[in-house]
Nanobody, 127 residues
Framework: QVQLVESGGGLVQPGGSRRLSCTPSGFTLDYYAIGWFRQAPGKEREGIGCIRSLKNSDQSTYIVDSLKGRFTIGRDDTGNTVYLQMNGLNSEDTAVYYC?????????????????WGQGTQVTVSS
């Protein structure tokens, strides 16, 4: 079975931080860029950012302008798990967060033609 698994969601206090993880099952990320997306209640799904594939010599990440400075994307030491670090969270960040295989450039993130999506993980920011 080929899939992505997100983890790390939960309840967060306003101003708090949370780290989400995205891990492939049944394949590796050697040749797949990974994007993070979220969907808040009543809103369209939006892109957060992305990181290029493990074999890409350019490991630059992309974060949308509205989230730069608060959200960061990176890899753990295994090289096959991608994380989303979220700081300074507020109620507007409450959403279901997804990772997916992606097309990733310096200025854009979108699902790849061979997209593989995780089931999503809920992040709720509330006191």
């Amino acid at each position: 079975q080929v899939q992505l698994v997100e983890s790390g969601g939960g309840l967060v206090q306003p101003g708090g931080s949370r780290r989400l993880s995205c891990t492939p099952s049944g394949f590796t990320l050697d040749y797949y860029a990974i994007g993070w997306f979220r969907q808040a209640p009543g809103k369209e799904r939006e892109g957060i950012g992305c990181i290029r594939s493990l074999k890409n010599s350019d490991q630059s990440t992309y974060i949308v302008d509205s989230l730069k400075g608060r959200f960061t994307i990176g890899r753990d030491d295994t090289g096959n798990t991608v994380y989303l670090q979220m700081n300074g969270l507020n109620s507007e960040d409450t959403a279901v967060y997804y990772c997916a295989t992606a097309t990733c450039t310096a200025t854009h993130v979108s699902a790849s033609p061979y997209e593989i999506w995780g089931q999503g993980t809920q992040v709720t920011v509330s006191s």
